[in-house]
């Protein structure tokens, strides 16, 4: 499954595809986000801080936002990559349901504590519904699908649920451990509350 796939088309990105100039202003903005906020900072504050012009950074992003998204798209793509490899280890479908959630929250909550500011972009992008953020959603729920199918071929999995519906339904019982605008008030339910909620949904799963 490939992780986070490129949405330029809808994330601001523009201008000369020169990749070393998008991932300088990038690295920057993600540094200055990290001791200014990204609400604080302006496309001024950025281009003052790397030495370019705001109309030279508008060559290759179109806003703030779009300087954001990347970063976001970098950060969800990265728990997105380490889910994946947890769910691969899984011996079965329940495992690996077990492994999908508990790792997703795990990292969601590491980033609260040691990068709060990063955290917040996340935030934020959640709360306005950017296209990074509604991707990361979309293909954690293809993960979810495909393990639910792996459990029905396997026997360990109801067959009568339609397979659409399961899916909204778990998506929407983790959204408290997963959507980081959530997780702030929900951060003291890790691990035991996550875990019997996990328990929880798979006995709903049962056949």
């Given at each position: 499954?490939?992780?986070?796939?490129?949405?330029?088309?809808?994330?601001?990105?523009?201008?000369?595809?020169?990749?070393?100039?998008?991932?300088?202003?990038?690295?920057?903005?993600?540094?200055?986000?990290?001791?200014?906020?990204?609400?604080?900072?302006?496309?001024?504050?950025?281009?003052?801080?790397?030495?370019?012009s705001?109309?030279?950074?508008?060559?290759?992003?179109?806003?703030?936002?779009?300087?954001?998204e990347?970063?976001?798209?970098?950060?969800?793509g990265?728990?997105?990559?380490?889910?994946?490899?947890?769910?691969?280890?899984?011996?079965?479908?329940?495992?690996?349901?077990?492994?999908?959630?508990?790792?997703?929250?795990?990292?969601?909550?590491?980033?609260?504590?040691?990068?709060?500011?990063?955290?917040?972009?996340?935030?934020?992008?959640?709360?306005?519904?950017?296209?990074?953020?509604?991707?990361?959603?979309?293909?954690?729920?293809?993960?979810?699908?495909?393990?639910?199918?792996?459990?029905?071929?396997?026997?360990?999995?109801?067959?009568?649920?339609?397979?659409?519906?399961?899916?909204?339904?778990?998506?929407?019982?983790?959204?408290?451990?997963?959507?980081?605008?959530?997780?702030?008030?929900?951060?003291?339910?890790?691990?035991?509350?996550?875990?019997?909620?996990?328990?929880?949904?798979?006995?709903?799963?049962?056949?």
């Open positions: 499954m490939t992780i986070l796939k490129d949405t330029a088309a809808t994330t601001g990105l523009r201008g000369p595809v020169d990749h070393g100039i998008r991932d300088q202003i990038i690295d920057a903005a993600d540094e200055h986000f990290s001791h200014y906020g990204y609400a604080k900072t302006t496309v001024a504050d950025l281009a003052k801080a790397i030495g370019f705001k109309a030279y950074i508008y060559k290759f992003f179109d806003s703030k936002q779009a300087i954001g990347a970063i976001c798209a970098q950060c969800l990265s728990v997105l990559a380490s889910a994946q490899e947890s769910v691969a280890d899984g011996k079965s479908a329940t495992d690996k349901f077990r492994r999908l959630f508990n790792k997703i929250s795990t990292l969601s909550a590491e980033l609260f504590f040691n990068d709060r500011k990063l955290y917040d972009i996340a935030a934020v992008s959640c709360a306005e519904q950017w296209p990074s953020s509604e991707a990361y959603q979309v293909q954690i729920a293809e993960m979810v699908a495909q393990i639910i199918l792996e459990g029905r071929e396997s026997g360990e999995f109801e067959r009568k649920t339609p397979i659409d519906e399961a899916v909204r339904a778990i998506m929407l019982v983790f959204m408290p451990f997963m959507n980081p605008v959530m997780l702030q008030y929900n951060l003291d339910a890790i691990p035991d509350g996550r875990t019997e909620v996990v328990s929880l949904v798979l006995r709903s799963l049962a056949p």
